[in-house]
């Protein structure tokens, strides 16, 4: 299997970066409404875990990977989704740069120096990559391992974008994972749903990522795994790269995203020094 990683993802990467694949997203962003709201994140950034969040809170039902799936199922598969928000509106999950016909989304930012922990065991998971870290972090950095870019070059199009505030929510996972009640709720209102007649905390106490990963062992409609030594929910942690990054792994990527990074407190505000070797935890 490594060896077949290691030929097919120098063509992945110059597929990703084709005019064949901008067919492809043209194509699959045919049959959105001006009325559809979108949950938008680079990839592994929490997105899953907040639609089983938002699944409990709009049904009272007991999420599953697959009902959650059909709830707001990803980009291209839209057509079918739920029409569960108010006003008869769906709810897109999508991983692409911001795109003109979005015209409502939740914005879902999680470190990225944790996100490249994530990125890398996920796609480990699914067969995609057969390299080492080290390998891996320089296509990350680069935003050569999807077709989204790099996570800054993602996240720009976003604040670029030029939707109103009350048209984009910006929500970090760190926040998210320490104050997820309330968190919740300020989500629920952007969408328009009154929070006050939930149990949130029910709804939070049962959709834990221990929960979760509950479920990928035993529901029906978790992903499938290639490689036996990863799994699609991993541990949810907040600043593990501390733990498992190494000074000039830590280097490379805040020399690339530090500005950014720094906006979103992942970085002191204006300051120019990186925070390895001693990183505090986010």
Not at 234 to 258: H, M
């Amino acid at each position: 299997m490594k060896i077949a990683q290691t030929f097919f993802w120098p063509l992945r990467v110059s597929l990703r970066r084709s005019p064949l694949r901008r067919l492809w997203v043209w194509r699959r962003h045919r049959g959105l409404g001006p009325t559809d709201t979108f949950l938008a994140c680079y990839p592994r950034s929490g997105s899953n875990w907040l639609q089983f969040l938002l699944y409990q809170s709009l049904t009272s039902l007991d999420p599953t990977f697959e009902a959650v799936r059909d709830f707001s199922p990803y980009l291209g598969r839209h057509r079918s989704a739920a029409r569960l928000l108010p006003g008869g509106s769906r709810l897109i999950k999508t991983h692409e740069t911001y795109q003109v016909t979005y015209p409502r989304a939740i914005l879902l930012l999680r470190d990225p120096r944790d996100v490249v922990l994530s990125d890398y065991r996920f796609l480990r998971m699914r067969g995609d990559f057969g390299g080492n870290f080290g390998q891996f972090l320089t296509e990350f950095v680069a935003g050569r391992t999807h077709g989204f870019g790099s996570w800054r070059d993602h996240l720009d199009s976003w604040l670029n974008s030029g939707l109103a505030e009350e048209n984009l929510h910006i929500l970090r996972y760190e926040d998210l994972s320490r104050e997820t009640p309330s968190r919740l709720s300020s989500v629920l209102e952007f969408l328009g749903v009154s929070s006050s007649a939930l149990d949130l905390e029910a709804v939070c106490s049962n959709n834990t990522i221990e929960r979760m990963r509950m479920k990928e062992e035993l529901g029906p409609g978790a992903p499938r795994t290639r490689d036996s030594r990863y799994r699609f929910v991993n541990r949810g942690l907040v600043g593990a790269w501390s733990d498992e990054l190494t000074p000039g792994q830590i280097e490379q990527i805040e020399k690339a995203f530090g500005a950014r990074m720094a906006e979103f407190s992942y970085l002191p505000q204006g300051s120019e020094q990186p925070s390895w070797p001693t990183a505090p935890r986010s």
